[in-house]
């Protein structure tokens, strides 16, 4: 039988456990997800992207059919390159929706073999996003519940880092 490949693209910045949820989900129904971060020279992220592939590496080792890579430009080129027959994406609430599915039947339209799976986070990670959790770790509230552990340290040492040389 086919063996399916899907690659689960996004920034990662941080990496949450509304992610790791989809994580855990795709490596249940795809015999391979390989977890493709963006390499965007455009943005400026918090986490530079080797500090997002150690972390997200540390946190999917136990998953044994997960691999992460990274890609620059189309991804569904480096779909193809890869050899992968879907891409994985989480739709969290409608609002998600609209640009999920331009940015799916965008795909198509370059690379008709690829399909667009869509799988929900469980319901407690609905509302989680990363630009909320940079956000409020910034403004020193908690994560813990919304980032894995390593992932909260990581932003705290971010934190403090900015406030101490803001200072200096
Ligand atoms: O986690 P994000 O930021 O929502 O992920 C967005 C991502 C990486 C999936 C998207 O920006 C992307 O696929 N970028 C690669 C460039 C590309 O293929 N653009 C055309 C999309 S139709």
Redesign the pocket.
Known sequence: MKKITAIY????DPLTNGHLDLIERGSKIFDRLIVAI?RNSEKQPLFSLSERKEMLIKMTSHFKNVEVDTFQ????DYAVRRKAQAVL?GIRAISDYEYELQ?AL??RK?EPKLETVFMMPAEAYSYLSSRLVREIARLGGSVGDLVPKMVEERLKEKVTGSILRRRA
């Open positions: 693209p996004g920034s990662f963006l430009g189309l991804l569904v994406r940015m965008m795909n370059l």
